[in-house]
């Protein structure tokens, strides 16, 4: 005898992502799973006396979002630090940073997000002196938005102990000036420095912060996440450890595939953890490795130089990669390596495939390249070739990297996001948001990815548009696809019988709408193991 739904949702549009039955009106819920969809007429038949019945207007209904890349545990970490992602200028960050200084009052710290000197009109990469003149008082360190590099001022140097006399860390670079001085300028891992002597968190205000960034989840459509490491692995068993805590009391609201830092490799193999063990809420994830950094702190390794620096810099040999890579592949423990520059994609690209040619994988879940930023036509070509693999590229950067790519790299920005020719490979492709790096909001990245645009809607007619996606393939790119890519297809990414019951009610038809207007389009249900977790409009309800 079948169940009666606990909620059905009905007079709707609902793209399942089910290639077997791509459209329903209805779909009914009972627990946390979806009983059926189809028709109205089907569907509503099974309602039962106490069955809530929710009528769509037509709206659209999709799976619920999945972001593969998700930097969740350092987004609760900063949550109350300053945005300046909105900051259009160099003015508006100066303001930014003084208002906090007033807030905060004298000594405290200020800690600042999301700079994007390569789109502020004044295109002008800030400073110790400058963070000085603005907040005398305070020690201040603020990240570029892609967090390779972060920018002190002088008490921030002093409480790390940066002078003069400091050497590069490994694999960081302490930037000087003519006369050796620190600029305060930090790149890569040489912003642990700062790191290391920032005021933790007490778990308390961690786990709260959590939540919070949970529910602003929930707003943007997202019901699964997997979080990833930052290099250093400095972060990799506190994350494990708070996401536990969640899940243990009962406060674990979202989906979440929790990544361990490549540094944790033979712990991991020790204690005969497998990637993909856990339940439907908590699952470990993938072990993290580093090839290179970024193109706007110019670290991204490439082939040729950029414009205006040399050929970026390699960050974990790819060597010792590949050793860590061997040993967690015949242990079942999947990876991903995150590669930016067009060199690094190359030797990654080259490394799995002599990985693949040594025989059987014992990983049931593929292994990942992460971002694939810059890559030239003769390795997709290789690419299209891994059995094993799957990408995750990040549109939303996109919309924040257009200036930047242009002023690096020039022409060559060609085989940057090349997200329609890594899709042809046939190898998976899994969009996500890089978040904080960039805005977490999906339908950002679907809009990126269709328009290939700022979010002011420029260039007017999109930046090498050959690359840009249809609306049904970024849909893809969020749901199914990283459902299965990540071992979790036959449980939640599409509208199906027997699944979660994940899904979202968008107030705009996605698929038909001008693409400008999808960054607009906002989320007017999230729907969540079966409940309803956020809703910005009453839907009608029977």
Known sequence: MRSIPDIILYNGNIQTQNDAHPLAQAVAISGNRILSFGSDKNVLQLSGKNTHLLDLNKRLVLPGFIDTHFHFYEWALNYDSIDLSSAGSFGEMEEAVADKALTLGKGCWIVGQGFNE???????????????????????????????????????????????????????????????????????????????????????TLLENM??????????????????????????????????????????????????????????????????????????????????????ARTGWMTQKYLDAGYGMPLTPVAQIEKAVLKADQAGLSVMVHAIG??????????????????????????????????LPEDLEKLSKLKNVAVSCQPNNLSLDISMIDECVGPRGKYAYNLKSILKTGVPLMLSSDAPVADPNPLAGIYSAVTRKRMNHTPKK??????????????????????????????????????????????????????DAIAETQVDMTIFNGKIVYERNTVHEK
Request: net charge negative; hydrophobic share 40%; glycine share 10%.
């Open 118 to 204: 390569s789109d502020w009109p004044e295109n002008k990469m800030p400073d110790r002196y400058d963070l000085d003149r603005i907040a005398p008082d305070n020690p201040v360190c603020i990240w570029r938005c892609d967090l390779h590099l972060s920018v002190a001022n002088s008490l921030g140097l002093k409480l790390a102990n940066i002078n003069s006399a400091s050497s590069d860390p490994k694999d960081g670079v302490i930037e000087k000036d003519a006369k050796g001085r620190p600029t305060g300028v930090l790149k890569e891992l040489a912003a642990n420095l700062i790191r290391n002597v920032l005021p933790e968190l007490s778990r308390a």
């Open 462 to 515: 999109g930046w090498y548009m050959e690359e840009g996606l249809s609306v049904d393939q970024a849909v893809k790119g969020y749901t199914i696809t990283p459902a299965v890519a990540s071992g979790c297809g036959d449980r939640v990414g599409s509208i199906s019988t027997d699944k979660l019951a994940d899904m979202i009610v968008l107030d705009q038809d996605i698929f038909k709408i001008d693409p």
């Open 342 to 375: 067009d060199r690094a994609n190359k030797e990654i690209i080259a490394m799995f495939t002599k990985i693949e040619c040594l025989g059987k994988t014992r990983c049931t879940i593929p292994h990942r390249i992460e971002h694939v930023q810059m890559i």
């Open 211 to 296: 939540q919070k960034a949970i529910s602003d989840a929930h707003k943007l459509g997202l019901t699964s996440i997997h979080d990833i490491r930052l290099m250093g692995g400095l972060d990799g068993a506190d994350a494990l450890k708070a996401w536990q805590s969640l899940a243990r009391e009962k406060r674990l609201n979202i989906r979440c595939h929790a990544g361990l830092p490549g540094e944790m490799t033979d712990q991991a193999i020790d204690l005969g953890i497998t990637t993909g063990f856990g339940d439907d809420l908590l699952r470990i994830g993938c072990l993290k490795f580093f090839s290179d950094g970024g193109m706007g």
